[in-house]
């Protein structure tokens, strides 16, 4: 039985490690010091269908990786776990100038040709969005997809990797290629996928790599709410602010995109109440909360802003993936399955091709 490490239990080493051990042919040991890590810290929409990004082959990426989280749940239930993590409960999209809503409009019914999951398009007015999400206001009119998403990020990962029950190890660690294979905390492993996110650079470094890849701040704030709010659906502004209430009267306001503080981990107060001040003026239900609490982890992005995966220049049996960004919800369950593919020698769903390794990483010397 070969015997894998996973480098990384955020939502691609999960989604790899789930999709490896149910093929019950491998040892696998997931690593992870459990400090930063963006998914833990996220609570995200899955709406990539309005996106305005010329980068193609990213949305192609992107719109797979929507559709993929209807397999993926699917699996996790056939194995008889929970998959609440996620629920298609709609999306709201404003715009500030709400003339172009007429423009979002046609461009997701052209979409929906390939992506038959965005679901119901319409232009609803104030009156009729009260009906279903009341006392949200700064706004004439929007644009309703019914087939948007939420996921709650730190849960997609748990449940991947309880499902998948492989071993798991709290800590912080380093690779060593040796002629026989790879060593990680004293034990030896005949393939590796490093998906450390932002960390990828440190761990490759001592190899002799140099990565394009930095780390990216993201802050949000959850406020407990005395009603129901899981039938509501996500919003989506323009801007940074994203609100995505969630069942039992929890609601996720951010988040923050950061390329200036590095690996800093501490809550920015004036960062989150711009937020929550933002957030406030579209939903002013926010002051009867009853708690709040912050969560802060760092993104991973290159310098063109695209993701990538695959194996390791001269080391064919290490993997690597990321580069996400704030798509990392949308996009790594699907990256994490490709992986798993490649593992297998097996087809994935995308052309590893399209999103190179070769771009970002380099062997010095």
Same mark, same amino acid.
């Given at each position: ?6 480098i ?5 080493? @999960?989604?790899?490690?789930?999709y490896? *051990?149910?093929? +019950?042919?491998?040892?696998?040991t997931?690593? %992870?010091?459990? &400090?930063?890590?963006?998914? !833990?810290? *996220? *609570?995200?929409?899955?709406?990539? =269908?309005?996106?305005?990004?010329? +980068? ?6 992107? /719109? ?8 993926l749940?699917? %699996?996790?239930e ?9 629920q298609? @409960?709609?999306?709201?999209?404003? !715009? ?7 423009? &979002? ?11 038959p999951l ?22 004439? *009119? ?5 087939g948007g ?17 492989v ?6 660690? +380093? ?9 990680? #905390? ?12 932002? =960390?990828?650079?440190e ?7 140099? $990565?394009?890849?930095?780390?990216? !701040?993201?802050?949000?704030?959850d ?18 602010? %994203? ?12 988040? @923050?995109?950061? +390329?200036?503080?590095?690996? %800093? &981990?501490?809550?920015?107060r $004036? ?20 708690? $709040?609490?912050e /969560? ?24 690597? #993936? ?11 369950p ?23 390794? @070769?771009?970002?990483?380099?062997? /010095?010397?």
């Open positions: 039985m070969k015997k894998i490490a996973i990384g239990a955020g939502i691609v080493g @999960s989604t790899t490690a789930y490896l *051990a149910k093929e +019950n042919a491998y040892d696998i997931v690593f %992870d010091e459990g &400090l930063g890590q963006a998914t !833990k810290a *996220a *609570a995200g929409i899955i709406c990539p =269908w309005f996106s305005k990004r010329r +980068n193609k082959v990213w949305y192609k990426m992107a /719109r797979l990786g929507a559709d993929f989280y209807q397999k749940v699917a %699996d996790l056939n194995d008889g776990f929970s998959a609440d993590f996620y298609q @409960s709609g999306v709201y999209l404003l !715009k500030k100038q709400e003339e172009k809503l007429a423009d &979002l409009y046609e461009l997701g019914k052209t979409r929906r040709a390939e992506s965005i679901g119901e398009l319409k232009i609803l007015q104030k009156e009729e969005v009260e009906r279903v999400f009341p006392g949200l206001q700064g706004f004439e *009119a929007l644009l309703y997809a019914s998403a939420r996921v709650e990020g730190s849960q997609l990962t748990e449940s991947l990797l309880v499902a998948s029950g071993k798991r190890v709290h800590e912080k660690v +380093n690779l060593e290629v040796l002629s026989d294979g790879y060593q990680i #905390a004293g034990q030896l492993f005949d393939s590796v996928v490093v998906a450390a996110g932002a =960390w990828l650079s761990i490759l470094a001592p190899l002799g790599y140099d $990565v394009d890849v930095r780390p990216q !701040k993201g802050q949000l704030r406020y407990q709410l005395p009603i129901e709010t899981g039938a509501y659906p996500v919003l989506m502004p323009e801007g940074e602010l %994203d609100m995505i209430p969630f069942a039992g009267g929890k609601v996720s306001v951010g988040a @923050s995109h950061e +390329n200036d503080r590095g690996f %800093d &981990l501490t809550p920015d $004036v960062v989150l109440e711009t937020l929550e001040h933002e957030a406030l003026g579209y939903y002013a239900g926010l002051k009867e909360a009853s708690s $709040v609490s /969560r802060v982890g760092i993104r991973a992005y290159t310098s063109d802003f695209s993701p990538f995966y695959g194996s390791l220049p001269e080391e064919k049996k290490v993997y690597v #993936a990321s580069g996400l960004g704030s798509s990392g919800l949308t996009t790594g699907l990256i994490g399955y490709e992986l798993a593919q490649m593992l297998q020698g097996k087809s994935g769903l995308l052309e590893a091709a399209d999103y190179p390794v @070769s771009r970002y990483i380099q062997k /010095r010397g």
